[in-house]
Structures are given as C-alpha cells and as structure tokens.
C-alpha cells in the first residue's frame, strides 16, 4: 500500500468499495508503519492492534453484505493518551497513571468506532495535557515529522505527529490553550478547536474543565469536517455539551465565501511575531482577498492579558482536577508508606513530573485564603472582558486571522528551561479558548528553512461551517502551500 501515507477518508472509502484494500490491511499497515518508526518520532505510548483488527472485521464484513457503511469506515485513527479507551491504558503520559487501564470509552471513542474507525493507538502528549512542546511526557518527547531535531509542539504533540507523519490519516486531541491548534501549526497539518461545548468531554481526563474540548487533526479541511460530525451534538454523559444540533459539515464546504467579511487583529501582528511567520500569514491573506472576502484591521484590546489570565484559571482547575490522584485509587502507590500523609506526599511527588507539579503549586497558591480575590478572581473578570472582545467583534466580521504562534517550531531542549518563554508559544491561541470560541489551524506555506507555518482562523460560538467553508476555499484555492 504505497500511498498510505497520504490517503484521506474520502479516498480510504473510494479505495474499499473498489478493492483497492480492505480494512484489514489498513488496520494491519497503521499498526506496522507506527510501530516501526516510533522509535524516531515517539508519537506513541501504546498500541491496541486487536481493538482496530476487531472493528475492521465489521467494516469489511458490512462491505462485503453490501450494508452502508460509516463515515469513518476502515479510517485508522490515533487517540491522545487522556482520553478513555475502554481496556487500553490511558496514562496521561504520566508515571502516576502507567499502569492504569480505562474502565470505559470516551464518548468521542464510541461515536468514532460506532461510524466505523479503527482506533490502533494512543499518542504520546505532554503530562496530563500540560505543556507546549511534547517534552514533559513522562515517557521521552516527540520528534517533528517536519524536523526531527524540532518539537511537534504540544500538549497534543503525538497526535499531531502521527497525521503529519502518514502514521494515521487522522486523530484526536485536546484542546486547553491552543494544544491542538500550535501542533498542528508546528507540524503542518490541520488541527481544529471546536466551540467549548460543541464536542462531549466525557471520557476525557480533566486539565482545566471549563476549557478543555476535543478535536482532530487530518490532512484536509474536508476530512475535519467530517471528523467533526461525527463526533459533535450533545451528550446526556456530559453536562457541559452544548444542546445545540450539530450539522453535516460536510455538506455546508463550497468553494464560494466571495463577501466574508475577515478581520486582522492589529494585536496578533506586534513586535514578537517572527518575520517569516507574518509574512506566510500576509500571503494567506491575500489568497482570502482573492477569494472575494472583505479583509478590514480591527482591535481585541485585551489581548496582552491572555497569557497571565489563562494561566491563572487553568492552573487553579488543574490544582482541583489533580487532587484525585492521591495514591488511594487509580494511581500507582509507593511502597509501605508509614503514614497516609507520607502514602500522599511521595505518591503525587514520585509520580508527577515537574511541569505538572509546577502548576499544580501555583494553582494552590491563586486559589488559597487572601490570594483568591486578587488572583483567580481578577482573572476570572479579565476573561469575560477577552469573551466581550470577541462578542463586539463579531458583530462586524464573520471570522478572524491570525498567526497561530509567534514562531515556527523550535528546536527540542531549546525553551524547556524557561517556563515563561514556553508558554509564550501559546499567545496567540489562548484568546480563542478564554472565550470558548472555535479555531483550526490550517497550512499557510513554510519558511526558508522548511518549517511549516499555520494561520488561524476564528470564528464565533457554533459557527464551525463558517470556520470550516473559510478553511476549505483557502485549501482549494492553493493557500496552504503560499
């Protein structure tokens, strides 16, 4: 099977129904491909090859009855590692969790295989869905397909890897601040956040619950919106999923968006953004004015709060979120501790790594008597004013562009020892997620050194056909490769 690597849904379909292969062997291909190249890349924590032979089963088995078949049929697909997978482990990419097996699936798991994708892998991310740069993973970082020696990006690192690269045609991550989008950016695929709501969290593991969503990563816009209706409506599981219905997306992509109306942040584009990366951005621009839409500069004021607003409210809910793993269940357990503040202690101490422990401490801190009104509750206030931006600006423009991060990929070890300048990465992401917005990463051309860049796209609350017709038009009219 020589064009795996860049087969998208529509052709795994076309290839079943004209024989060109069976689900099997594209279960059997996944498995052996990413099996045999993880070692390079690392975007892998563990396999689950008779979960995907057992599923392709039934996708070959309705073909061969002449049943319809599901909109995911004999897709292989890579999970993040804190989403639930019923009787594979889901370690969070943490030393507390590697031995835990799930009891249940997520409900993005079941509405993925019920729609017949073939679920192969989990994919390595940072710890517990913390980081920007795939390095705090307790079991080694992931390498970039794009360049080794440069991170994927994070937290959804190998998942982003695994499409970029040709190891799964799609997969899921999780978006807290921009960790589907900066991958994807980094790596050169495409990577969507949907509106906080619009996709179930059930299942998956809680960072920061008020602004964790699920997402995926494909090869075309075409395939996420696909992706994208399979796995959105409400869930009675979830009493955070939006009861909003969700429509084929699918069928709302069509080349003609002559009239959108596309507004630039003057923010996104102050001194900071590297040169190359404006540029690629300007470019796609200019592809979107060729389409017809009306490009016009506009103003979100409280952009320059967002890194220390988001960091505030996402390090107090980690701080909560994270006090379960106490050693008393699920977790591993250090040995014959003499007191169960000693079992308590050295367990989160010996199992959680430094970044993770790092915002677990600050989060405390924002949270604790006589810090809680100057810190989480100042943040929780300057949040609604960045949700407000937004509301305003919307009023006048039916979606935003903006660089997806300041910089290319960087190279590994090369921010590791500096939090701030790490999270700094996200800046450009973090808005989005405070307001509960949709965004998705598309290619916008490479550097001079290669290095792939992402615009991104924004859009209001539900409008995800809009973000996604936007996307589909650039992508058609040649913008990823400007």
């Known amino acids: 099977m020589d064009n795996y690597k860049t087969l998208t849904i529509s052709a795994i379909r076309q290839g079943l129904s004209n024989g060109s292969f069976s689900a099997k062997e594209l279960a059997q291909q996944a498995v052996s491909l990413a099996e045999a190249e993880n070692d390079l890349y690392g975007a892998f924590l563990h396999f689950c090859p008779e979960r995907a032979l057992a599923t392709a089963e039934r996708v070959d088995a309705d073909l061969a009855a002449g049943k319809p078949l599901g909109a995911l049929a004999g897709v292989p697909v890579a999970v993040k590692d804190v989403i639930m997978t019923k009787g594979v482990r889901t370690t969070c990419a943490s030393r507390l969790l590697e031995n835990y097996v799930a009891h249940y699936d997520a409900t993005v798991v079941a509405r993925l295989e019920q729609a017949g994708g073939m679920i192969f892998g989990k994919a390595n991310c940072d710890e517990f869905a913390m980081g920007s740069s795939n390095e705090n993973s307790a079991f080694g970082p992931v390498r970039n397909p794009a360049?080794?020696?440069r991170v994927p990006g994070g937290s959804s690192g190998g998942s982003a890897a695994a499409v970029a690269g040709g190891f799964a045609p799609v997969s899921l991550g999780s978006d807290t601040g921009g960790s589907i989008r900066q991958p994807a950016s980094f790596c050169g695929v495409v990577g969507l956040k949907p509106t906080y709501g619009r996709v179930s969290r059930y299942g998956l593991v809680a960072f920061a619950s008020s602004l964790d969503s699920i997402g995926p990563f494909v090869r075309t816009v075409k395939d996420a919106a696909t992706l994208l209706s399979v796995i959105a409506g409400r869930d009675p599981l979830d009493s955070t999923s939006a009861a909003v219905e969700a429509p084929n997306y699918s069928a709302g992509l069509t080349a003609d968006v002559k009239g959108l109306r596309i507004g630039v942040p003057k923010e996104y584009f102050a001194a900071g953004l590297d040169p190359e990366?404006?540029?690629?951005i300007e470019a796609g621009l200019k592809v979107l004015e060729g389409l017809g839409c009306e490009i016009s500069e506009m103003s979100l004021p409280h952009t320059e709060y967002a890194v220390a607003t988001y960091y505030l409210i996402c390090t107090a809910e980690a701080s909560a979120n994270l006090a379960r793993y106490d050693g008393v269940r699920y977790t591993r357990r250090v040995d014959e501790p003499e007191t169960l503040d000693e079992m308590?202690?050295?367990t989160r101490g010996e199992g959680f790594g430094a970044e993770v422990t790092r915002r677990i401490i600050l989060g405390t801190y924002v949270l604790s008597s006589g810090y809680y009104d100057a810190y989480y509750r100042k943040a929780q206030q300057v949040r609604t004013l960045i949700a407000s931006d937004f509301k305003k600006a919307f009023e006048t423009v039916d979606a935003i562009v903006t660089p997806v991060s300041p910089f290319p990929a960087f190279k590994l070890g090369e921010k590791i020892s500096d939090p701030l300048d790490m999270y700094l990465s996200d800046i450009y992401t973090l808005n989005c997620s405070l307001a509960g917005n949709t965004g998705v990463s598309v290619p916008c051309g490479k550097t001079a050194e290669?290095?792939?860049?992402?615009?991104?796209?924004?859009?209001?609350?539900?409008?995800e056909a809009t973000m996604l017709k936007l996307g589909d038009a650039f992508e058609q009219a040649g913008g990823f490769t400007v």
């Open 277 to 280: 990366v404006r540029g690629r």
């Open 450 to 463: 290669g290095l792939p860049v992402g615009m991104q796209i924004i859009c209001d609350h539900f409008q």
């Open 344 to 346: 308590y202690s050295k």
């Open 147 to 149: 360049a080794p020696d």
